[in-house]
């Protein structure tokens, strides 16, 4: 039992494809005699026995480091509890047949109880095995790792998008648009809207309101905010979490549908909060929703975020090879300033299904803006760039060759 | 009369700042003699004599080639007709008040209307001036010249984040989302949705639906094609221009709002595609709205746009040196590949209030796609990339500082 499976699972980001990277490259050095299995769409390759030989890819590993999305493909999928002993012999038919030793498993928090049930079946059933996860998540709410891969990328792109719109609107606020209302992503954590406050300076040119979950939403605030920023900058730029809760708990926008972990299906909430402007003032409004845009887009990833993603993978391999299993390499903060972080190791059970939240201490007092704390905190995360190639204008993304395996 | 006047109107772009430093450098070096003076906020700065004086300024003009947004500002302010002579006789007494024998406008067919107007105004008044407009539009739109400054970089955001998202949308089809809307500007011409062809390859990974106002749209050939896709490619990417107009030639979404031009405020396209697929279909979808970021995205402009829009700007300045007036500077192509362009010149009469759309043989035959023509078209105007200065992991955009004249 020598020969490892790997898999992406959850919302994929831009940078999840380098941690396959940094896996890979380790266990080819590490651990040669090893074949190395993907699973097709993540958990559900392994369930369905759709399973990627990598021996047979011929094109080179390094395009992992340059594509966005996932390069194997990833899956929303719930595996049923443990004491489906059925559903689990099958799986661990499927890791037998292809002598799997080493099972990882890269996503976020629900990926992660996905890799804690594999690794306590594998306990159960006897089967000899390693199951590691691997974090990533754009929202940077997974518990214990000090930020998550996929985060720092995604702050960039919101950090520079809304400098950039915001350079448009001041442009322009006199006789045209007032209000511009970037929504983003963030189910229960306001991370990457936080993220917004990187972009500011000391005269708030770029980002006045930036609303997230962990602040239950006052919209007379809001409003009088708003008129105060107008009669103040001129304009008005508010960045807003799709997840963004009333004072009752729910979502400000919610729709009825819900996806496979039961979660709300969010969106629309950028319309929403202009038409609460609407309704009070005459202010012009524009709003943007980055949706996909924000978590793919490898154009703008942080060099820090890249390093940290293959650093996870690395890692990972290095925790199966000595025989860890049940537990996810993260990330630890040694300095702000030099920023200056090493990876540790931490149990399953302590980030399964846990979300970790902006605290309250770097939210400043009226909530809507990120303090001095939380701008130390998400700076380094997003420092230095990483160009992928261009062809024709368009960035090189080119998919590796894959190959199913014909066990 | 030997000073300059300069200003930027209309919806700004992600390189109408670098037409500035390509007039200022053009006219340092042939009119060493000439003060420049800017406008504030567009022509209302003339209106309302809030004018910057240019020789105050100390910051490197430099700075202009990596600021996106309207570094004097802009407006959507439109002149009233010339037969109203108070009102020019007052907007002259300004110009003459700076010995203004140049007058520079920099924006779209709107902007061509303004200059158009000062320059017949200025010969019924008998005033000595040279009225040159620059070109300058993310939409494309404008007559004669083959292409606009700032709409190859919105291109080539557009065609970016498509590719990037369609990734995203690929990994996951499986399991969750299986289709992606984009909606982008462009108000009556389908350009900026047209470059997300060029994100394309052969196998239609990136793109699958384009939605343009110049093709009336038919929702049920729309929604079995979007089925079409699903089958065959396991998930379907649509772009969609804001001004999408329905059968009768009504737009798809309005609203009631209209700018001071008249023309209706947009925006909602894409939940209202969005809402229409989950009546027929249960495909789950997500959707984006790029709005400014995809005008104001610096960070990923096309190195080809930057250049043209320095040299319409030093092109101006020469029409300007030479006595032209009532004209603009137009970008000519020579071939395709390789791509070879010049500046000529055309009236603003050809060009004012007028709006080049997409020609009916760029489009395929079911109106959703681009053909080879339109691709050999877009595909220069997207080509080269020139990265901003980064500082603290943002774009380094830093303003002139500007000083009003005390005239």
Redesign the interface.
């Known amino acids: 039992m020598k020969n490892v499976f790997y898999a992406?699972s959850g919302?994929?980001t831009?940078v999840i494809n380098s941690s396959a990277f940094g896996l890979f490259s380790e266990l080819k050095d590490k651990a040669p005699g090893s074949d190395i299995y993907v699973g097709r769409?993540?958990i559900?390759g392994l369930i369905e026995n759709e399973v990627y030989d990598l021996s047979k890819s011929t094109r080179p590993l390094e395009l992992l480091l340059e594509?966005?999305?996932?390069?194997f493909?990833?899956?929303?999928?719930k595996l049923p509890d443990i004491e489906e002993e059925e559903f689990y012999q099958d799986l661990f038919e499927n890791l037998e047949k292809y002598s799997i030793g080493h099972f990882f498993y890269n996503g976020g928090n629900d990926s992660a109880d996905t890799c804690l049930k594999i690794s306590e079946a594998a306990k159960k059933l006897n089967y000899p095995l390693s199951a590691i996860a691997i974090p990533k998540t754009i929202d940077n709410d997974l518990a214990v790792t000090d930020n998550s891969p996929g985060f720092g990328s995604a702050a960039?792109y919101v950090?520079?998008?809304v400098?950039?719109?915001?350079?448009?609107?001041?442009?322009?606020c006199?006789?045209?648009t007032k209000v511009?209302i970037?929504e983003v992503m963030g189910r229960h954590a306001g991370w990457i809207a936080a993220a917004a406050e990187?972009?500011n300076d000391d005269k708030n040119t770029y980002v006045h309101k930036i609303l997230i979950p962990e602040v239950p939403f006052d919209a007379d605030a809001f409003l009088d905010g708003v008129k105060r920023d107008v009669e103040e900058y001129g304009y008005s730029v508010i960045v807003a979490s799709e997840g963004l809760k009333d004072e009752d708990g729910e979502f400000y926008t919610a729709s009825n549908?819900k996806?496979?972990f039961g979660h709300s299906?969010l969106?629309?909430l950028?319309?929403k909060l202009a038409n609460l402007i609407s309704e009070r003032f005459e202010f012009?409004h524009?709003?943007?929703?980055?949706?996909?845009?924000q978590?793919?887009?490898?154009?703008?990833a942080?060099e820090t975020d890249i390093q940290q993603a293959i650093s996870v993978g690395r890692a990972a391999a290095n925790m199966a090879l000595d025989g860890k299993t049940g537990s996810m390499p993260i990330i630890c903060r040694e300095s702000n300033d030099p920023y200056e972080w090493s990876i540790k190791e931490a149990g399953l059970i302590h980030i399964a299904n846990k979300e970790k939240t902006v605290p309250l201490d770097f939210i400043s007092e009226d909530g809507f803006r990120i303090r001095k704390e939380g701008v130390e905190y998400l700076?380094p995360l997003?420092?230095?760039?990483s160009?992928p190639r261009?062809r024709?204008?368009?960035?090189y993304?080119e998919p590796l060759d894959l190959h199913l395996s014909e066990n």
């Open positions: 992406q919302g994929v831009s769409n993540g559900v594509s966005p999305g996932g390069m493909g990833s899956c929303r999928y960039k950090a520079t998008s400098k950039e719109a915001s350079l448009d609107v001041k442009s322009m006199d006789t045209s511009f970037l990187l972009a549908k996806d496979s299906q969106g629309g950028a319309p012009k524009h709003w943007a929703v980055s949706d996909y845009l978590r793919s887009a490898r154009h703008i942080s700076k997003i420092m230095g760039e160009y261009y024709d204008g368009v960035p993304y």
